[in-house]
Nanobody, 117 residues
Framework: QVQLVESGGGLVQPGGSLRLSCAAS????????MAWYRQAPGKQRELVAR???????SHTDSVKGRFTISRDNAKNTVALQMNNLKPEDTAVYYC???????????WGQGTQVTVSS
């Protein structure tokens, strides 16, 4: 069973930064991609960023230029560096891993990010 454990959430003022980390129980290169999603109160969960097995990345438009997804293959971790945070970034952030061969994905328990003055 794959386990994903997020860390790094918290309360930050607008314009501040946070770095989220996701630790996987196995090799992250086993997955087609690793991703960060977020869910704000009363809203649907949305994709924030992905990093593919190839190393390529994608970021949703609302975070481009502010957030960066990266990985450390040796440590089996994926990070989300979040800069210039805005109140609308407030949400629970979830780590996700997708395995095409198994036809399923895996989720972490989530970490709260609150951007408020």
């Amino acid at each position: 069973q794959v386990q994903l454990v997020e860390s790094g959430g918290g309360l930050v003022q607008p314009g501040g930064s946070l770095r989220l980390s996701c630790a996987a129980s196995g090799s992250i290169l086993n997955f087609n991609y690793m991703a960060w999603y977020r869910q704000a109160p009363g809203k649907q969960r949305e994709l924030v960023a992905r990093i593919f097995r190839s190393g390529g990345t994608s970021h949703t438009d609302s975070v481009k230029g502010r957030f960066t997804i990266s990985r450390d293959n040796a440590k089996n971790t994926v990070a989300l560096q979040m800069n210039n945070l805005k109140p609308e970034d407030t949400a629970v952030y979830y780590c996700n891993a997708f395995h095409a061969g198994w036809g399923r994905d895996f989720w972490g328990q989530g970490t709260q990010v609150t951007v408020s003055s």
